[in-house]
């Protein structure tokens, strides 16, 4: 532990030992602990322990009332050979993830860019378009959601009279997955606050030096905006991708819990949810569950060795 | 127009109306869902499926009297009153723990503080699936299932590490000195924490209270998971098993409870909307 106050405050910067009084140091160490307590207690019994416990149920069965049996790989080799509806859930997962973030991340970007000024109202606005942020994850929105794109619901009803007859979207297997996207894109806010805080580091005279090096608005943006935002777009995409794998609520609300019609809203989170607390397959789902933080873990790494191909660090060359 | 900010050059007039006139056309298209769905939670019930209309021709009041009369075996004030003292538990949880656990990481020294920090800083990131079954099974032993308890308890261990991580940056950005004035004035640690580092961490606090506020407001999958007597229902349940009975007719009601359950965000939006975002905004919460 050394004077590290060079180093960026958000990676674990140990704050400077105090001036060479080792009794008030040791001193401090029991109180610390104590001021830590209640999280080592949670960290312990809620996070550490049941994450062993779960690892472990994983390979037996377990279904709550009797005592779990251990039968090794069985559940995962249950679940990668022979559930077609694992299968069906880990893919309609991923279309739901490689949709709904780019859409709701570049939806978050224009916005930003738009507001991105300094103008009467902009502080207003910017609140306004975070409102969905909040109110989104809510059982409410989602219904809300589940009549605006039924059959006769008002986005039914709009297409129609431009004669798109497309009939209510969450009552068809092709269009429910996407009324999912949409409420996932709805909630750009979020993000968008976060591009706007980004491009406000921006300093002004590099778009000043491009615009005199005859760059227009496409090539500023290419050239200027891109890379010295990329630190801000990696976060935001790390965040929402992982926000994305968990997505419940919606789909529950939308398909009653069951995930339809034909299991087209069956994200990986709710099909968890059914073999944990429907069929009361705990060892199952806990294995589900392990799958869910390997695939999370494994593509958080592999954004995160991409990105030192594309994220920029202005600090970084100089 | 470019894209960059031209409050040095003054743009002419028109191009400010046209940016406005812009951005309120995308709020509208936005808040569209939201704004119907208030308006038609005022619909009568024959007007909530025959129009497409965004006001209601004939307002009233009697979706919102129905509601107030019974979902289900009890009134909707019932699960707004559940709803409330989980989300008001689950507040007090947070502000309290998170707020001693970031003293010690932020500016006190013991052994194991490196490794423990990262491990928090990874908790941040754990999807809660990992954990959620061996957790029902405790509380299932503690017979604690259907009751509020798994959903306020760990709030007072502060598992909710992004609060700690929040508190921690804000605790490392006060300058020390105030801390060394106070012990040399014969504060100890806890003194300190008392008198110096508390007051100043208010802004961080609010925060944390009024987001960890509406998370737990809206929450369902826990709620789902560990609530199942219609008795102890919050408002999201109610909601569900609404849906579930609910014929077309019953539509009308039903949004006027959805809207009922927006509400306090709402309100908690007009009046701490600064907060919220500038949170977002500094710390980058998900929202």
Redesign the interface.
């Known amino acids: 532990m050394t004077q590290s106050v060079l180093s960026r405050p958000e990676v674990d910067a140990p704050p400077p030992p105090p001036t060479a009084r080792g009794g008030r140091r040791r001193r401090g160490q029991g109180v610390a602990y104590l001021f830590l307590s209640p999280w080592i207690v949670g960290a312990a019994l809620l996070t550490i322990g049941p994450m062993v416990a779960s690892l472990y149920l994983s390979f037996t069965d377990y279904d709550l009332f009797e005592a779990p049996t251990w039968i090794g790989v069985e559940n995962y080799v249950t679940m990668f050979t022979g559930d077609e509806r694992f299968w069906h859930a880990a893919w309609t997962t991923t279309k739901y993830v490689l949709i709904s973030v780019p859409l709701k991340l570049g939806l978050a970007l224009a916005v930003a860019m738009l507001l991105n000024r300094a103008r009467k109202g902009v502080g207003l606005y910017r609140s306004a378009f975070y409102a969905p942020s909040l109110l989104g994850a809510s059982v409410s929105v989602a219904l809300a959601w589940r009549a605006m794109f039924s059959t006769d619901g008002t986005v039914d009803r709009v297409l129609s009279s431009i004669g798109l007859d497309l009939g209510g979207w969450v009552d068809q297997p092709q269009y429910a997955l996407l009324t999912l996207v949409a409420l996932a894109a709805w909630q750009f806010g979020a993000p968008m606050v976060i591009f706007l805080a980004g491009l406000k580091q921006v300093p002004r005279e590099l778009y000043e030096a491009a615009a005199i090096d005859g760059a227009g608005p496409a090539r500023r943006f290419l050239s200027v905006t891109l890379p010295m935002l990329s630190p801000v777009i990696l976060f935001n995409l790390v965040l929402e991708t992982i926000h994305a794998f968990q997505a419940f609520t919606g789909a529950f609300v939308v398909s009653s819990g069951r995930g339809g019609p034909s299991d087209s809203t069956l994200l990986y989170p709710l099909y968890l949810y059914q073999r944990g607390f429907t069929d009361f397959r705990m060892g199952y789902a806990s294995a589900m569950a392990w799958v869910l933080l390997a695939v999370v873990a494994i593509l958080t790494a592999l954004v995160f060795r991409s990105a030192r191909r594309w994220v920029f660090y202005a600090g970084e060359d100089r | 127009m470019?894209?960059?900010?031209?409050?040095a050059r003054r743009p002419i007039a028109p191009g400010?109306v046209v940016?406005?006139v812009?951005?309120i056309g995308?709020?509208l298209v936005?808040?569209y869902?939201?704004i119907?769905?208030v308006s038609?939670s005022f619909k009568p019930a024959t007007e909530v499926?025959s129009t497409?209309a965004l006001l209601p021709r004939d307002p009233t009041g009697e979706n919102y009297a129905e509601v107030f009369d019974g979902v289900g075996e009890f009134g909707v004030l019932h699960y707004f009153w559940n709803s409330l003292a989980i989300s008001v538990g689950a507040v007090i949880g947070n502000v309290?723990?998170c707020s001693?656990?970031a003293?010690?990481?932020?500016?006190?020294?013991?052994?194991g503080?490196?490794p423990?920090?990262?491990?928090?800083?990874i908790?941040i990131?754990?999807?809660?699936?990992?954990?959620?079954?061996?957790?029902y099974?405790?509380f299932?032993q503690m017979d604690m299932v259907n009751t509020f308890w798994p959903l306020v308890l760990?709030k007072?261990?502060?598992?909710d590490a992004f609060f700690?991580f929040l508190m921690v940056?804000f605790i490392?950005?006060l300058p020390?000195e105030l801390d060394e004035a106070a012990t040399l004035d014969g504060c100890?640690?806890?003194g300190v924490?008392r008198h110096v580092i508390l007051p100043l961490l208010r802004p961080a606090l609010i925060t944390t209270a009024i987001f960890t506020f509406?998370?737990t407001w809206?929450d369902?999958?826990s709620q789902?998971?560990y609530l199942n007597d219609p008795e102890k229902f919050t408002?999201?349940l109610a909601?569900?098993l609404f849906?579930?009975q609910a014929t077309q007719s019953a539509?009308g009601p039903?949004?006027a409870?959805?809207?009922l359950?927006?509400l306090p965000?709402?309100l908690f939006?007009l009046a701490f909307?600064?907060f919220?975002?500038d949170g977002?905004?500094?710390s980058?919460?998900?929202?």
């Open positions: 470019s894209t960059v900010s031209t409050a400010r940016w406005h812009v951005v995308v709020l936005l808040l869902p939201v119907w769905l038609t499926i497409l309290l723990s001693l656990a003293y010690a990481f932020g500016r006190l020294h013991f052994r503080r490196g423990m920090f990262g491990f928090m800083m908790t990131m754990l999807p809660q699936h990992v954990v959620l079954i061996p957790q099974v405790i299932q760990p007072f261990l502060a598992t700690v940056q490392r950005s020390r100890g640690p806890v924490f509406i998370w809206n369902f999958f789902l998971i408002l999201p909601l569900q849906i579930d539509f039903m949004f409870m959805s809207v359950a927006l965000i709402g939006f909307q600064r919220l975002v977002v905004a500094t980058g919460i998900k929202g």
